[in-house]
C-alpha cells in the first residue's frame, strides 16, 4: 500500500440536517439537482445566457435597475469585501456603524483597504440612531462613504435604513449596506431607499449553498470608482474588472464558479416563483410564532429590534448553551448557532432563514428545545412552547 | 403578472460539453454527485471532518508535508492573490517571472499588494532560464521573494523549476509557484522542489469544478507571515485567520463553500486512486498522441517545452481559428481554448487534464478537428492523424 493509497479519505456521507443556524439554511433538492449540472466552459454561449439570467433575477430581488449586478466568486464576506475596495483609495475617509461582528468586520476591511475609519458603535443588540449617523457626518465633513449592517447576523438587530440613507446622501456620500441575512427575507429596496454598493451570500435567505456573493452597485457607486486615482487593490475583486465580464464585453477575468452559479440561478427562481412579498411575509409568520413559543419558555431576545430571520435569545441562566446546541445536533440533527464576542456562551441563535423557514421547523425547534432544556433543569411548562406558537399562527390567518 | 414573475428565467439545461479548453474539465459524475450532497453547517463536526481529509488528501497531491495546506474560498486567481498579499508587505522587492497571461498577472497583484516588482520576461511561448533568474538576483539584492508559473495556461509552456529554486533559496528568498494547471496532471513536489507557497484551481487537473484553490505554504513562509509587521490588505484572504478556521483552533472566518469541498474531497479521492504517477503518466500518454494527431494535421506547437495537460497550437496559415472553435462547439460539442495576449486569433489551446485527458477525447478531438480544417480548405490527409495516434500509443505500450 503505497502513501497514497493511506491518505485516502472514506467516501463523504453528509447527514441530512435542519439548518437553523446563522447560515447556511436548508437548500432546496431541487437547487442541490442544478448545482450538479454538468459543467461547462465559462466562456460557453450557454453559460454566458445563464450569467445574464441570474443577474436579471439579482437585480429582481435585490429591487434595483443597477446595471452592474452580479455575483462575486466567494462567500459573503468577500462581496463585503468587493464593495469596500473598489469604493474605498487609501486616505478616503469612510464611517463604519458597529453593533456586531459584522460591522467590527467591515471597519477592519476598510482600514485594510487604506481607509481612514470613523466609527459610529452602538451596544451589540441596538441598532444605529440616525441622530448618531448625522454627528457623524457633521464631524467628518471630508466622508465619502458610510457602511452599516442591514442584518446584523450576530445579534438579530434588524437596522432600520431609510432615514439613514436620507442623511447620507442629502450629506453628499455613499451607503453601502451588508444584506447577507435579509436579501430575500427581509423587506430591502436597494433603489427606492438609495443604497450605493449592497452585498449579501447565498447560503441564508436565497437557501443556495455557500460560495457567491451577490452584489450591485449604484451609478453614482460606479461613477465614484470610474474617479478612482489608484487601482482597486485586489486584482480578484476589481470591478472595473468583473464587469467587463459580466457585461457585454465577455473579456475574460477569471474562472467562475460554474456549478454555484447554477444553484444560484435556481434559488433565483425558487425566491421569485414565490415571489418577494409573499416570501418575507412567511419569514413573519414563522418568526413570530418561533418568538411566541420561544417566549413561552422564559426565553428572553438579544435585539431590540428583531429580524425575522434570525433569532438571537438569551441563554437560561446556570444552561450550557454548548451543551444545548449538542443535545439538539446530536438528538434531532438540527443545528442552532452559537452567540458571538460578549454574547459568546451566553446567547443562542436559531435562524429561520429561506427554506428553513417552514412551520414544521418552528414546531420541530421549540418541542425540542423544550425537551432538552427541561433536561438541564429549566422549568418549562410542557406543550406550551408549541400552544404559543400555534394561537401565534392562527392569530396571523 | 407581476415584474417579478416576467424576470424568472427558465429552468438552466446546460448540455454535456467534451471540455478540451484551458479549464474547466471534465468533472466525473461522482464528483458532481458528492457536490449535490445535502449542505451543513461549516462548524458541523461532521464539515470538520471533512476539512481535515480533504487537507489531507491536498497535502498528498501536493507532495508536501506543509501543515498550513488548505482551500482558499474563491477561484485559481483567489490563491494567486492569497499567496501574494499574505508574503507581500508594502515595499517589499519581488521578482516576478513573465512569459504569459499568468506571469503577468502575478505581478499586477503584486503591484496592488504594493511590492516594487522587478520583472524577468521571456517571450511568450518559451520558459524561463535559470541564468536570468540568477542575474536578477544579483541586480536585486533586496529582493524577498520570486513568483513564477509552473504551467503557463496562456501559452502551454512548462517552466523546470528545480534549478531556479536552488537559486531562490541559496539567495535567500522564498519561491512562489503557480501550479494552476500542474496540480494532478504534472510532476510536482512541493517538498523535494522546496516550493514556499504554491496554489492551483480545482477545475484543471482536478476535474472538480471550479470555485476552490488549493494553496500551501512551507514553514519558512509562515515565519516570514508571523514576521509581518503589516496586516495583510485582505481580510478574506488572510492566513493568520485562514489558519485558525484550518487548523485546530476552529476560530470562525467565513463561511466555507459547503458543496465545493465536497467535489473537492471526491475529485482529491479520484486522484489517489489512480495514484499520481499513473495519473501523470496518463497525461503524458495522451498527450504525446494528440501531439502526433496534431502534427500529422500540420499543425504547429506554440511552446519549445508543452504541457501535458495543454496543447497550444498556431492556428493553420488562412484559418479563422474563432470559426474552427465554433464548429467544434455546436457541431461535436467540443470545447477548446481560443489564444491570449500576442496569440489572440492566431491559436488554440486543446486542454486535455484529468477526467478529460483519455484515448476517447484525443480521438475525438483529432477526428473532428481534420473534418473541420478540411472544411476550412486546409490541406489534410483524411485519416492520417489518427492513425499518427494510434501508431504514439502503441509505441507507449
Chains 1, 2 share one sequence.
Request: net charge neutral.
Amino acid at each position: 500500500m503505497t502513501d497514497q493509497a493511506i491518505l485516502l479519505a472514506p467516501p463523504l456521507n453528509p447527514p441530512q440536517r435542519v439548518l437553523l443556524g446563522p447560515g447556511p439554511s436548508d437548500v432546496p433538492p431541487r437547487v442541490l439537482a442544478a448545482l450538479a449540472a454538468p459543467t461547462i466552459g465559462h466562456l460557453d454561449p450557454v453559460y454566458l445566457k445563464i450569467m445574464d439570467e441570474t443577474r436579471a433575477m439579482l437585480r429582481a430581488v435585490f429591487r434595483t435597475k443597477n446595471e452592474l449586478t452580479m455575483a462575486v466568486s466567494g462567500t459573503g464576506s468577500a462581496g463585503m469585501e468587493a464593495a469596500i475596495v473598489n469604493l474605498v483609495e487609501p486616505g478616503d475617509e469612510m464611517i463604519v456603524c458597529v453593533n456586531g461582528v459584522f460591522g467590527t468586520r467591515m471597519r477592519d476591511v476598510a482600514q485594510r483597504a487604506g481607509a481612514t475609519v470613523h466609527s459610529i458603535e452602538a451596544e451589540w443588540g441596538r441598532t444605529i440612531d440616525p441622530q448618531q449617523v448625522a454627528d457623524a457626518l457633521k464631524a467628518h465633513p471630508k466622508t465619502k462613504l458610510l457602511g452599516i449592517v442591514h442584518a446584523e447576523t450576530s445579534t438579530g438587530a434588524h437596522q432600520p435604513l431609510e432615514e439613514i440613507s436620507d442623511l447620507v446622501h442629502d450629506f453628499g456620500a455613499l451607503l453601502v449596506v451588508d444584506a447577507v441575512t435579509s436579501l430575500g427575507g427581509v423587506e430591502l429596496k436597494v433603489d427606492d431607499w438609495k443604497i450605493d454598493a449592497c452585498y449579501s451570500g447565498t447560503q441564508k435567505c436565497l437557501s443556495c449553498p455557500p460560495g457567491l456573493a451577490p452584489l450591485t452597485f449604484s451609478p453614482a457607486a460606479v461613477e465614484a470608482m470610474d474617479r478612482r486615482k489608484t487601482k482597486v487593490q485586489s486584482w480578484y475583486l476589481d470591478a472595473s474588472m468583473l464587469r467587463q465580464y459580466w457585461g457585454a464585453e465577455r473579456v475574460y477575468h477569471h474562472t467562475a464558479p460554474i456549478n454555484m452559479t447554477y444553484a444560484l440561478h435556481e434559488s433565483l427562481r425558487v425566491v421569485l416563483e414565490e415571489g418577494l412579498e409573499a416570501r418575507i411575509a412567511r419569514h413573519t409568520h414563522n418568526h413570530k410564532a418561533l418568538r411566541a413559543g420561544l417566549e413561552a419558555l422564559g426565553l428572553k431576545y438579544v435585539p431590540e429590534h428583531s429580524l425575522t430571520t434570525l433569532n438571537a435569545i438569551h441563554s437560561p441562566a446556570g444552561v450550557d448553551e454548548a451543551k444545548v446546541r449538542k443535545r439538539l445536533l446530536e438528538d434531532y440533527g438540527i443545528e442552532i448557532g452559537a452567540g458571538l464576542g460578549p454574547f459568546k456562551g451566553k446567547a443562542m441563535r436559531i435562524g429561520l432563514m429561506g427554506s428553513s423557514s417552514t412551520k414544521r421547523n418552528v414546531t420541530l425547534v421549540l418541542a425540542a428545545l423544550e425537551t432538552v432544556l427541561a433536561g438541564e433543569g429549566v422549568a418549562v411548562g410542557r406543550g406550551e412552547a408549541i400552544a404559543a406558537a400555534e394561537r401565534m399562527y392562527a392569530s396571523q390567518r
